[in-house]
């Protein structure tokens, strides 16, 4: 059974371009998190998909934005790139619902950007 | 809003010897979970423990325990027999309880650097 995975792995941007980052959840989830972790720093939470909608949200800009699929792989975009904007962006999964679920975290990609 | 503060940027503990993690939470809520995430220099994510705040037992896995204290809204991560392997980074994490559709998010702390030295 294949965890989280998430591509790329690394990505190099220059500031002001736009970027997409994809996620596909392990075998059974249906909910899709995506945080911002900058380096030294605990990981932010981004916003959250469920049913191909955007459920919750933290305090992001509408810079960014994701999308969730069918098969429930998820999309994070963000638009207009500020070089604050570099960080590792970590994909989660969980099943949705109630209970003490454990969200499982992909390896996550490292944006830099320049 | 929630927060979670883990006080100690930097710890290091000898082979085989015991060390704690430290962590605080701030919350209105009675009802919330709460972990322990590891992170080593993979980046992956890895759940370490977890606790229910309706439970009064302290969570156990293995060589990990943790000391939950509601009232003080403290959370603190026992390593005992430390091995080179536990080096890593540790946050400590809150979800709240309350339904929402899909799941409710973490919240981390700033985390820990633990350094095992042989």
């Known amino acids: 059974d294949a965890g989280v995975t998430q591509s790329p792995t690394h990505l190099i941007k220059t500031r002001g371009q736009q970027v997409t980052l994809r996620c596909s959840p392990k075998?059974?989830?249906?909910?899709v998190s995506w945080y911002q972790q900058a380096l030294g720093q605990g990981p932010q939470f981004i916003f959250q998909?469920?049913?191909?909608?955007?459920?919750q949200r933290g305090n992001f800009p509408d810079r960014f934005s994701g999308h969730q699929f069918p098969n429930y792989s998820s999309e994070l975009n963000v638009n207009a790139l500020l070089l604050g904007d570099s960080a590792l962006y970590l994909c989660?999964?969980?099943?949705?619902?109630?209970?003490?679920?454990?969200?499982?975290f992909g390896p996550g990609t490292r944006l830099t950007v320049t | 809003a929630q927060t979670v503060t883990q006080s100690q940027p930097e710890m290091s503990v000898q082979e085989a010897e015991t060390v704690t993690l430290s962590c605080t939470y701030d919350?209105?809520?009675?009802?919330?979970?709460l972990f322990w995430y590891k992170q080593p220099p993979s980046r992956q994510m890895i759940l370490v423990i977890r606790?229910?705040?309706?439970?009064?037992q302290n969570a156990t896995e293995n060589r990990f325990s943790v000391n939950f204290q509601k009232a003080a809204k403290s959370f603190s991560l026992k390593i005992s027999d430390s091995q080179l392997g536990d080096a890593a980074m540790y946050f400590c994490?809150?979800?709240?309880?309350?339904?929402?559709?899909?799941?409710?998010?973490?919240?981390f702390g700033k985390g820990t650097r633990l350094s095992v030295i042989a």
């Open positions: 989660a999964s969980s099943p949705s619902g109630g209970g003490s679920y454990e969200q499982y």
């Open positions: 075998s059974g989830h249906d909910t």
């Open positions: 998909y469920y049913e191909e909608e955007e459920r």
């Open positions: 919350t209105s809520e009675s009802d919330y979970y």
């Open positions: 606790q229910e705040a309706y439970k009064q």
């Open positions: 994490a809150y979800r709240s309880a309350i339904r929402h559709s899909g799941n409710t998010p973490l919240v």
